[in-house]
């Protein structure tokens, strides 16, 4: 996820952040944590949901997963 900036001169916040506990792929029951987010600013944390909200997708079947590794050069 891109970080986004509230201005270039903005301060990172190393105590807010997001971690995931599914990764692409996984299988998700109802009512399953998928990720905990953790902020200082409450007034930035509606926004921060919303964004983490908008950048996932839960469907029925599992996606195709592109391999990490597309080839070696030698």
Known sequence: MARSFASISSAIDFS???VLHKKTGDYVEKGEIVAS???NKEELFESAVNQFL???RIE???PDINPLIIDIVE
């Open 16 to 18: 807010a952040g997001i």
């Open 37 to 39: 987010m953790y902020a």
């Open 54 to 56: 908008s950048s996932i």
């Open 60 to 62: 029925e079947t599992a």
